[in-house]
C-alpha cells in the first residue's frame, strides 16, 4: 500500500459515513438544528465537502467542482459563491439547506475529485510545502491528513446528530 493508497481509503471512509449519514432524511430533519446556534446536519457535510472540494483544488493547482461541475446553482445558497462555511455565523448556518440526495451527490464528485488527484501523487509529493503562512511551513502530505481529518470530525458530529434526533 502506497502512501496515494493510504489517503484514498480515508477519503473513502469520509465519503461513505457522510453519504449514510444523510440517507433518508428530509430537508426538514436535515436542516434541524438541536440548538439555535448548533450546526445541522446539512451544513456539517456540506461545509466537509467544501473544505476537501476547495483545499484539494488549491493544493492541486485546478478549479472547484463547486464551480466547475455547478454544484453552486444546484445548491442555489443565499451565501456568498466563494463561501465554505469557516466562521459562518448562526445566521448563515441556517441559509445551509439541502436534499440528502443533493449532498451526498456533491460529497461524490469531491471524492472523484480528490481521488483523481491523489492518484497522480508519488511518494516524494508529499514533502511538497504548500503553505509557508505557518511555521513550521505545511507539507502536502500534513495538508492531505489535515483536511481528511476536518472531514472525519464533522462527519463524525453529523451522525451524532442524527443519532441525537433518531432517538
Given amino acids: 500500500m502506497t502512501p496515494a493508497d493510504v489517503y484514498i481509503d480515508f477519503f473513502e471512509r469520509v465519503l461513505e459515513n457522510g453519504v449514510a449519514v444523510v440517507g433518508g432524511l428530509d ?52 451565501l456568498d459563491p466563494n463561501d465554505h462555511g469557516y466562521g459562518h455565523t448562526s445566521e448563515q448556518v441556517g441559509k445551509v439547506r439541502a436534499s440528502g440526495e443533493l449532498l451526498a ?10 481521488v483523481a488527484y491523489l492518484r497522480t501523487l508519488s511518494d516524494f509529493d508529499l514533502d511538497r510545502i504548500v503553505d509557508e503562512r505557518w511555521d513550521p511551513p505545511v507539507s502536502l502530505g500534513v495538508r492531505l491528513v489535515s483536511i481528511a481529518d476536518d472531514d472525519a470530525q464533522h462527519v463524525g458530529q453529523a451522525a451524532y446528530l442524527r443519532g441525537l434526533l433518531d432517538a
Fill in 27 to 78: 430537508d426538514d430533519t436535515l436542516a434541524h438544528r438541536p440548538t439555535p446556534d448548533a450546526n445541522s446536519i446539512a451544513w456539517l457535510v456540506w461545509h466537509a465537502a467544501r473544505v476537501q472540494d476547495a483545499q484539494i483544488a488549491d493544493v492541486a493547482g485546478t478549479e472547484q467542482v463547486w464551480f466547475t461541475e455547478g454544484w453552486v446553482d444546484r445548491f442555489g445558497l443565499d
Fill in 105 to 114: 451527490d456533491y460529497l461524490r464528485a469531491c471524492h472523484e475529485a480528490t
